[in-house]
């Protein structure tokens, strides 16, 4: 092998890639080490027929296959620096970005990504982006107050209400 030639494929090698690439190669990695494709699905986090689209890859044209799949779909606006600075500003809080109480909406969070990083994106992209950083849960209002005294609500019940309650008028027929 000359050297240019190595210096060539070292190159391709040192080649920063996708997550979704590095999830492949993982995935191709253990397919040759014979896992069944269920047992890589769902280390790798992906669905089972990815792996099998893979495998015929991998059967095809080896691991090199499966690095050289073209990336689908639009590229990212934002690189892993600046969504780290965006949760970052996230866990800093909404009062230290100038809004009036500790909620987070998607509108604000909108606005702070515009604000740092320049880019407005629509709120379902938003919705996607909080679930890429970890903020998976959206929060829901208790149903009912927590300073709720239940034996004053059971009192109330028994005498008020069926005082106030309309009661069947007597008609004379």
Not at 111 to 139: D, K, N, Y
């Amino acid at each position: 092998m000359s050297s240019g030639l190595f210096l060539e494929n070292m190159g391709m090698v040192q080649k920063r890639l996708s997550e979704a690439a590095k999830k492949r190669l993982r995935a191709g990695r253990m397919l040759l080490k014979g896992k069944g494709c269920t047992e890589v699905a769902l280390a790798v986090g992906v669905a089972r027929q990815t792996v099998y689209t893979w495998k015929a890859l991998l059967d095809e044209g080896g691991i090199d296959a499966l690095r050289a799949v073209p990336e689908r779909g639009r590229p990212a606006q934002l690189d892993q620096a600046q969504l780290a600075s965006v949760r970052a500003a996230l866990l800093q809080g909404p009062t230290e970005h100038g809004f009036g109480s500790e909620l987070w909406t998607i509108k604000r969070v909108g606005v702070v990504i515009e604000r740092m990083q320049g880019v407005r994106f629509s709120q379902g992209h938003v919705w996607r982006i909080l679930g890429s950083l970890g903020f998976f849960s959206p929060q829901k209002p208790e149903k009912r107050a927590i300073e709720r005294d239940e034996g004053a609500v059971r009192s109330w019940k028994r005498s008020t209400w069926p005082a106030l309650k309309k009661k069947p008028s007597e008609r004379a027929d």
